[in-house]
């Protein structure tokens, strides 16, 4: 009977873990700079993402978020 309970926690901890990672991230590749209200356009710098406006040189950096709970 605990041999089975367990089994069934597992599946469930396993489809789970499916659903998450299957879940795309969404990110605008465009924004309207906080500024000057023109357009930002996404950037990228080896590890990490920015949006950065041409019309003020304003940089907006993004932070990574944990995905594990």
Do not use: G, W
């Not at 590749?29 to 041409?54: G, K, N, V």
């Amino acid at each position: 009977m605990a041999n089975t309970e367990l089994e069934k926690s597992v599946e469930i901890r396993n489809s789970h873990i499916e659903q998450q990672q299957e879940t795309p991230l969404e990110i605008n590749h465009e924004i309207e700079c906080p500024r000057c209200y023109a357009t930002m356009s996404l950037c990228s710098d080896f590890d990490s993402l920015f949006y950065s406006c041409e019309e003020c040189s304003f940089i907006l950096y993004t932070i990574k978020k944990n995905s594990s709970p």
